[in-house]
T-cell receptor
């Protein structure tokens, strides 16, 4: 049984560009959350999707947006990339909001 | 506030016990988690405890919760070199629909 799958694993983008990261949740899970983990820091909550709607959002600007599809997979989009957006982006899924999440291995984004 | 704080480093000898500490904010109706992160990997859920519990044991892992002092600890018995990793404490309010607030992480180094 596959866990949480994220793609791509690594990505290099230029400042000002836009990026899309993808996540497939664990089988049976319908809730997806995204986290940003800067080097040497703990993950920071970006937002959560359930039933194709954004249910909760952390303290991130509108440049960060997302989407959830009917099959529960999700995308994270970041516009107008800044050098400070360089981080590991983690996707986590759960069978329902409030239980322990299963995390993917992340996408390492480098903005140059 | 929503701060979760951890000591940054811990070094132990193989076979000894490790104790990783964490302090958190308001303890009403909250879940507290311990995650492990190995280099280049995502987060692995180790264990969790609800705020109405004092202790939870799972094989080599023991979680202790001191609600009065808002202090959480993770004890790893018979620590092995494979336990070397970063350990994150995370807090989740029951009403927050899944948002996790993480500490900065404790780097555990196990020496042979």
């Amino acid at each position: 049984d596959a866990g949480v799958t994220q793609s791509p694993t690594h990505l290099i983008k230029t400042r000002g560009q836009q990026v899309t990261l993808r996540c497939s949740p664990k089988s049976g899970h319908d809730t997806v959350s995204w986290y940003q983990q800067a080097l040497g820091q703990g993950p920071q909550f970006i937002f959560q999707y359930y039933e194709e709607e954004e249910r909760q959002r952390g303290n991130f600007p509108d440049r960060f947006s997302g989407h959830q599809f009917p099959n529960y997979s999700s995308e994270l989009n970041v516009n107008a990339l800044l050098l400070g957006d360089s981080a590991l982006y983690l996707c986590a899924s759960s069978p329902w909001a409030g239980s322990g999440y299963t995390f993917g291995s992340g996408t390492r984004l480098t903005v140059v | 506030g929503e701060d979760v704080e951890q000591s940054l480093f811990l070094s132990v000898r193989e076979g000894d016990s490790s104790v990783i500490n964490c302090t958190y904010t308001d303890s009403s109706s909250t879940y507290l988690y311990w995650y492990k992160q190995e280099p280049g990997a995502g987060l692995q859920l180790l264990t969790y405890i609800f705020s109405n519990m004092d202790m939870k044991q799972d094989q080599r892992l023991t979680v202790l919760l001191n609600k009065k002092d808002k202090h959480l600890s993770l004890r790893i018995a018979d620590t092995q070199t494979g336990d070397s990793a970063i350990y994150f404490c995370a807090q989740q309010w029951v009403t927050s629909y899944g948002k996790l607030t993480f500490g900065q992480g404790t780097i555990l180094t196990v020496h042979p």
